[in-house]
């Protein structure tokens, strides 16, 4: 995109607007180093020091340049004793004059290199550390990304800061001098033929109108190839960081395909430069030689009648051959000025949009932060940085210290854009945002971010200079289950490519790692656990839990309800609901069960604890839907005596699947009568049902499906000897030491669930939860 836009501008036949806006942006560029204006900008010794350094540079040139004309008429004389006076004394004194201007000359070169490069290596060093301030502040690093569409940033500060000092350096050297050397050399032709003098004047015109054609066309040339280039060299780093998941899709030729189609842009960009070099080439060579041919032809003549002396005609011809030389310098730098011309261009396109993205936006709404020592959302709608959808409305809820909250909801919702909220990323919106000071919270992204360092730095990251010894994070190492890593590596001071070693799996353990040991009062986890099995979830935010943080995580999974006391429930309406986790599961079983899919699925069937001899009657479908599937039928510590009296299916499926049937610590006499399938529908599903600590002899008299229409309501009637499942009794508030007695579990077992908002079941059959009403704070039954 940025190559059309520049060929658009420059295609133009008015070339001042492109030539205005070029020493515009090299103002923008260099202003700041060499005519600070901000209290914040250099220092005042080292401008002068740059300024010294310059003084010194042109100094050192214009003296080149006076010992370069100077020996031309060393060499005038030179010839003029070879020639017609054959003095060997006088040979001998111009020998030794002529080697001294040869070494001033070398030395006056060499110096005015080393000075030039001096200056261009500060003022590289300026510029890299002004860019990367601002690349690196407000987070402009991050907001360049969504707000901008300046590409490639690395590229253009890795590889366009240096050339482009470099260059101008060297251009402005270059022209100075040879600008010098040809007003010098063209005054000495002046003196020896005016004829010959104009004539060069008319010639150079000419001639630079046609270079700067031929330059300009090239410009744009070496602009297009160094854009192509950057887009090449982007996708071959693309590969290096997915190298992974392109392994998976086995996606190698489509990858070179894409990498091809770039690398072709270049040879195309390659092409068409090589055909305009050999133009530009053809006539820098051409016009040096007319230039070097013209003085013998003028004064040859001359000084064959003996009208002119030999060494006379041998200064003209050094003196049109350093013009010569000197034209040809300048139109070498005019070409390469193309490349120069693109790193401004690109340098200040991206300089301009880092302070545009942290600039304040003005008349719109922000949310406003407030920094206290807690969480809490006051009436935040929540938008888009560019302001085109709004993700969440009107948001009110606090989060108790200590306790969890869990965002749920559909992909895509932006529940990761509150979290983006919370850390100050995205602030387009209204309402009050309090949240504490950034660095006492912690955010655990799903992809964890590894540093480039040792692994002692990756667990103390982000505060590297904290103090730990070895035994302490080898125990933190111990506690994420980590403990062998140690033995893939040399030690806590060993670097290596962490993020090919690790598996995901591994990187998100490391950076719960971090976790215990920076110790945050505030903890934000987006999907931090996605990659790892149940158990080191468990592990992992139980050691959470016992750092006594306050926790938000964004997560998919059911069993992230175990370590968290509420839920934040966002919807595709950007509307919102706030529910404790028991509320919450309460909810979805009943929407489960009156608004089934089209095709319910029953994952398991699971008694936990069951009661001495549960009798189920019998259990029909008529008709049922078209795609039941039975995938597993679990107890766990059945009964002991269990009956089945009958399971039938009328009309089942064709292909009736039953996956698994598993008991776990069965029943010594477990009696089956019958299971029976006649003629069931085409593909049954059932995926789970859960029965957890059921009373004592609950009787599920019978469940029926008879011809359901497309999306069916399953109805079910459950009817138990002494508890309804319709509706929800609270008896008398009972107390820790009451719940011991009932329960048989230690006290502090009992407080522990209380605190956390887990229910406890009593030896009765009997479910109660704590009910952390400041009136109540009693256990009530359910």
């Known amino acids: 995109m940025q190559s059309k836009t520049f060929v658009k501008k420059t295609s133009t036949n008015d070339s001042s607007p492109g030539f205005n806006q070029f020493w515009k942006d090299v103002r923008v560029l260099a202003g700041s180093y060499w005519y600070p204006k901000e209290a914040k900008g250099r220092a005042f010794s080292d401008v002068i020091r740059s300024w010294l350094m310059l003084i010194l540079l042109i100094l050192l040139i214009v003296a080149l340049v006076a010992v370069t004309v100077f020996n031309s008429f060393i060499n005038r004389y030179l010839l003029d004793i070879l020639v017609e006076e054959k003095d060997i004394t006088k040979l001998v004194q111009i020998l030794w004059l002529y080697g001294g201007a040869l070494a001033c000359v070398t030395l ?25 301030e601002k690349y690196l502040s407000h987070r402009a690093y991050y907001k360049i990304n969504f707000q901008s569409d300046v590409n490639n940033p690395d590229q253009r500060i890795a590889q366009q800061i240096e050339p482009l000092t470099s260059n101008a350096l060297s251009f402005s050297a270059t022209f100075l001098e040879k600008v010098l050397e040809m007003l010098t050399f063209l005054v000495i032709i002046w003196s020896l033929s005016k004829f010959i003098a104009i004539a060069l004047i008319a010639y150079t015109i000419i001639g630079n109108f046609i270079a700067v054609y031929l330059a300009q066309e090239l410009n744009k040339i070496k602009q297009e190839e160094l854009e192509s280039q950057a887009d090449y060299t982007y996708s071959i780093t693309h590969v290096r960081n997915h190298a992974e998941s392109i392994a998976f899709f086995g996606g190698e030729n489509q990858e070179l395909n894409i990498i091809q189609r770039r690398f072709y842009q270049i040879i195309q960009s390659t092409k068409r430069k090589i055909d305009w070099e050999r133009s530009q080439d053809i006539f820098n060579r051409g016009y040096q030689a007319i230039i070097q041919i013209f003085p013998f032809i003028v004064f040859g003549p001359l000084q064959i009648k003996g009208e002119i002396d030999f060494g006379q005609i041998a200064q003209a011809s050094l003196a049109c051959n350093m013009f010569a030389t000197a034209i040809a310098e300048i139109i070498r730098e005019f070409a390469n000025s193309g490349r120069f011309s693109s790193y401004v261009e690109r340098l200040t396109e991206f300089s301009n949009a880092l302070e545009e993205v942290t600039k304040q936006p003005e ?8 920094e206290e020592n807690r969480l809490a959302f006051e009436n935040v709608t929540l938008q888009t940085p560019n302001y085109e959808q709004v993700i969440v409305e009107d ?54 971010y590894i540093i480039l360092g040792t692994l002692r730095e990756q667990l103390l990251y982000p505060n590297t200079n904290r103090q730990m010894s070895d035994a302490e994070l080898e125990e933190v190492l111990r506690q994420v289950n980590l403990q062998n890593l140690l033995n893939r590596v040399e030690g806590f001071d060993t670097e290596v490519p962490w993020e090919n070693i690790l598996s995901l799996g591994e990187q998100q353990r490391l950076a719960f790692a971090r976790l215990l040991i920076t110790h945050p009062n505030f903890t934000i986890l987006d999907e931090a656990t996605s990659a790892l099995d149940l158990t080191n979830e468990g592990n992992l935010y139980e050691q959470l839990q016992l750092t006594k943080t306050t926790f938000i995580s964004v997560g998919h999974r059911e069993s992230l309800f175990n370590y968290h006391q509420w839920v934040l429930e966002l919807s595709q309406d950007s509307s919102w609901r706030l529910l404790t986790v028991q ?3 309460l909810q979805k079983a009943n929407e489960i069960i009156t608004n089934p899919p089209e095709n319910p699925q029953i994952t398991e069937v699971q008694a936990t604890n069951p009661p001495e001899n549960p009798q189920i009657t019998e259990v029909q479908a008529t008709n049922p839907p078209e795609n039941p599937q039975i995938t597993e039928v679990q107890a766990t510590n059945p009964p002991e005596n269990p009956q089945i009296t009958e399971v039938q299916a009328t009309n089942p499926p064709e292909n009736p699947q039953i996956t698994e049937v598993q008991a776990t610590n069965p029943p010594e006499n477990p009696q089956i009568t019958e299971v029976q399938v006649t003629n069931p529908p085409e593909n049954p599903q059932i995926t789970e049902v859960q029965v957890t600590n059921p009373p004592e002899n609950p009787q599920i008299t019978e469940v029926q499906v008879t011809n359901p229409p497309e999306n069916p309501q399953i109805t079910i009637d459950v009817s138990l000897q002494n508890q309804s499942l319709n509706q929800s009794e609270i008896s008398a508030g009972l107390s820790h030491q009451e719940m011991q007695r009932l329960t048989g579990t230690s006290i502090n077992t009992i407080r522990s669930k209380a ?11 009997f479910t109660y939860r704590y ?12």
Request: charged share 20%; glycine share 10%; no cysteine.
């Open 108 to 132: 006056l070169i060499g110096l005015s290199k080393f000075v030039r490069k001096k200056i261009a290596l500060d003022w590289y060093q300026w510029l890299n550390n002004q860019i990367l």
């Open 363 to 370: 008349n719109v709404n922000t949310i406003k932060t407030i």
């Open 755 to 765: 605190s956390l908002g887990k229910s406890i079941t009593t030896k009765d059959g």
């Open 583 to 585: 509320d919450y599961r």
């Open 771 to 782: 009910n952390k009403d400041p009136k109540v704070l009693k256990w009530v039954r359910v």
């Open 395 to 448: 948001l009110s809820l606090v989060v108790q210290p200590g306790e969890g909250l869990l965002i749920v909801g559909p992909s895509g919702r932006g529940k990761s854009s509150l979290l983006r909220a919370i850390a100050g990323l995205w602030n387009a919106g209204t309402g009050r945002l309090v949240r504490p000071p950034l660095q006492s919270v912690l955010f655990l992204p799903q992809r964890p």
